[in-house]
Nanobody
Framework: QVQLAESGGGLVQAGGSLRLSCAASGSSINPMGWYRQAPGKQRELVATITSGGTTTYGDAVKGRFTISRDNAKNTVHLQMNSLKPEDTAVYYC????????????WGQGTQVTVSS
């Protein structure tokens, strides 16, 4: 099984930046992504990236966040700039396994708090 180890969360002021990292064991060919969940809200898509580098972003973060991956190191990053209080959430690293008909792998989450 795969373990996803997240790091980089913390407390920042509005307008600041954070860089999240997720180190995954196992295969590097699966699509990966970041999702977030704020208190009282449903989990939402932040960004995804395929093994070939194709990316998608949630509307709320377009132009501010950038997802990238290093397949050799099996690591995915999320550069978050111009952070807003509404970005406050627990951010979860995800490894998609839908192609194989299997449940996704999820990290335990890292807290991002943006103060106004």
């Amino acid at each position: 099984q795969v373990q996803l180890a997240e790091s980089g969360g913390g407390l920042v002021q509005a307008g600041g930046s954070l860089r999240l990292s997720c180190a995954a064991s196992g295969s590097s060919i699966n699509p990966m992504g970041w999702y977030r969940q704020a208190p009282g809200k449903q989990r939402e898509l932040v960004a995804t990236i395929t093994s070939g580098g194709t990316t998608t972003y949630g509307d709320a973060v377009k132009g501010r966040f950038t997802i990238s991956r290093d397949n050799a190191k099996n690591t995915v990053h999320l550069q978050m700039n111009s952070l807003k209080p509404e970005d406050t959430a627990v951010y979860y690293c995800n490894m998609n396994r839908q192609r194989w008909g299997l449940p996704d792998y999820w990290g335990q989450g890292t807290q991002v708090t943006v103060s106004s």
